[in-house]
């Protein structure tokens, strides 16, 4: 079995997010410092001080530009990091499903729990209505695709119809084996 993920994966995801968290903070921290100057300047200011203004304005830009940094950083970057630690901790702790099925092709990029994953369709028999159905499994955008092959049988092993570990599976090699046997 090919397995997708390592313990090292779930180490770096988490460095990763913890390195977004230290620059949020290092700029959260230097917005405080400077706000709270500007604010002690303020109050340390005679009533009517024509420097008001000014002081008032750079207040604003000051936390305008906070703003515009917070949203994008933290709306994207931390976002994504975010959701990749929590995919790979429930990959860890989550209930893990066997099957074998034969590839039956790619769909689209989608993105899934805020996390972006390709989509390999694997063909599973219906035992009620004796037809085939198509199963989506979803593969991390972060790792290569699987060298899957169409119409060719796949063990697969996946929580939450995430592909966690797959083997492809050799049909002569099989056939000997049972011829063999």
């Keep these: 079995m090919t397995k997708l993920y ?103 990029w989608t993105t899934r729990d805020g996390v972006d994953v390709n989509v390999a369709l694997f063909r599973v028999r219906n035992i009620k209505r004796d037809e085939d159905m198509i199963r989506q499994i979803y593969v991390d955008g972060e790792k290569d695709f699987p060298p899957f092959e169409e119409e060719v049988p796949v063990r697969i092993i996946s929580q939450g119809n995430l592909l966690i570990e797959y083997e492809i599976i050799n049909q002569t090699k099989e056939i000997t084996e049972c011829e063999q046997s």
């Excluded at 990763?16 to 921290?29: A, C, H, K």
């Excluded at 002690?40 to 008001?52: A, G, K, S, V």
């Design 6 to 108: 390592t313990d090292a994966d779930l180490w770096d995801a988490y460095r990763q997010r913890r390195r977004i968290l230290g620059w949020f903070f290092g700029v959260t921290g230097l917005y405080f410092a400077g706000f709270l100057a500007l604010l002690i300047y303020y109050i340390m200011l005679p009533y009517e001080d024509p420097n008001q203004t000014w002081v008032i304005a750079v207040a604003c830009v000051w936390t305008a530009l906070y703003i515009i940094f917070l949203f994008p950083y933290m709306g994207i970057c931390f976002k994504r990091s975010n959701a990749y630690c929590k995919m790979l901790r429930f990959i860890s702790v989550g209930l893990k499903e066997y099957s074998v099925a034969p590839f039956a092709g790619i769909e689209d």
